[in-house]
């Protein structure tokens, strides 16, 4: 696989970090990936805050930056937000071309990297069960990345996304024809991400994962991948997938309450707890509640079974291309 969208994106290594919401890839972990030669995504966030943080990582390295956009909950000023980044990376909509920058589009299916192709995407990326946070779709990574270079032209741009933690699982992407591997889990355990200190540790401890549509307040219909903690336990001892009248209340509730102000959503944080039933896609920050750690979800890919220490991102980066 040729490595053309690369050069000319101007990444120098075949490494990209996911960008993870909800505050976790902020403008240090996004400019630490570029900086050493990888490509770093900031996630979606409140509109105001994602411009700030754009802004601080394109002060802090002048390599290409990422910004990553959630169709069903992106806004006007989100893509207003966004504007500077050098890349748009979309995800979990249908997909339809909003930008003149590079855009690359995250697809769980063939029909899905098909429709991205034909909205005009310079590139999608192959998205495997195997990863963390929220999944779109229900095939191992590999073999989806097998029947996607199959239903599209020759030489399309593909990115890997799932199962991936270490050089070697780098490079088994590569030799299946990605033009980068696209990481999460990796990076979220890395010294630059804001996931609160105790989740990290928790991650270092875990060898198991569950896809569920638990933590789906606001966000119904979309299974994530978590480490248990108190309301996985609580709430899903009967089905991995939560209580089937939970699921039933966020489809209902789920248009109304993702368009609550921020402030709201905040506060509503406060109170959440692992004994609550509604819980919140939010994961545990630097900013947000500490409660979260045992009522919020603890995302991560089943990679996580395979990591067991938490390093700066720039060295990470050099690791996982082989080059350093």
Same mark, same amino acid.
């Given at each position: 696989m040729t490595r053309a969208l690369l050069e000319r994106l101007g990444v120098e290594l075949p490494i990209v970090q996911a960008g993870m919401g909800g505050g976790i890839a902020g403008s240090e972990l996004a400019a630490a990936v570029s900086e050493a030669g990888?490509?770093?995504?900031?996630?979606?966030?409140?509109?105001?805050a994602l411009a700030k943080e754009l802004a601080k990582a394109k002060q802090a390295t002048t390599k290409p930056i990422a910004v990553n956009l959630l169709i069903n909950r992106a806004r006007a000023r989100h893509w207003e937000a966004a504007r500077p980044a050098d890349v748009i990376v979309t995800f979990w909509g249908s997909p339809r071309r909003r930008t003149e920058k590079p855009w690359l589009h995250q697809c769980g299916s063939v029909?899905?990297?098909?429709?991205?192709?034909?909205?005009?995407?310079?590139?999608?990326?192959?998205?495997?069960?195997?990863?963390?946070?929220?999944?779109?779709?229900?095939?191992?990574?590999?073999?989806?990345?097998?029947?996607?270079r199959a239903a599209l032209p020759d030489g399309y741009p593909l990115l890997l996304a799932g199962g991936i933690a270490d050089a070697a699982d780098v490079r088994r992407g590569l030799d299946a024809g990605a033009e980068a591997a696209v990481l999460g889990t990796r990076f979220l355990?890395?010294?630059?991400?804001?996931?609160?200190?105790?989740? &990290?540790?928790?991650?270092?401890?875990?060898?198991?994962?569950?896809?569920?549509?638990?933590?789906?307040?606001?966000?119904?219909?979309?299974?994530?991948?978590?480490?248990?903690?108190?309301?996985?336990?609580r709430w899903l001892r009967k089905d991995r997938r939560g209580p089937r009248w939970?699921?039933?209340?966020?489809?209902?509730?789920?248009?109304?309450?993702?368009?609550?102000?921020?402030?709201?959503?905040?506060?509503?944080? &406060?109170?959440?707890?692992?004994?609550?039933?509604?819980?919140?896609?939010?994961?545990?920050?630097?900013?947000t509640p500490a409660s979260l750690l045992d009522s919020g979800p603890l995302y991560a890919g089943?990679?996580?079974?395979?990591?067991?220490?938490?390093?700066p991102a720039a060295e990470l980066v050099r690791e996982l291309a082989g080059v350093g």
């Open positions: 990888g490509l770093g995504t900031i996630g979606i966030m409140p509109a105001p029909d899905e990297a098909q429709a991205a192709r034909a909205a005009g995407a310079d590139g999608v990326i192959v998205q495997g069960v195997e990863a963390g946070g929220h999944v779109r779709g229900t095939t191992p990574a590999l073999e989806l990345l097998r029947q996607v355990m890395s010294e630059e991400s804001r996931a609160r200190r105790a989740y &990290k540790q928790r991650l270092m401890e875990s060898r198991e994962t569950v896809l569920t549509e638990l933590f789906g307040l606001g966000w119904p219909n979309a299974p994530h991948r978590v480490i248990w903690n108190e309301a996985a336990e939970v699921r039933a209340a966020n489809r209902l509730t789920g248009p109304a309450l993702s368009r609550l102000p921020d402030s709201l959503q905040r506060n509503a944080l &406060k109170r959440q707890r692992a004994t609550m039933p509604f819980l919140s896609p939010q994961p545990a920050t630097e900013e089943e990679t996580v079974a395979r990591i067991h220490d938490v390093r």
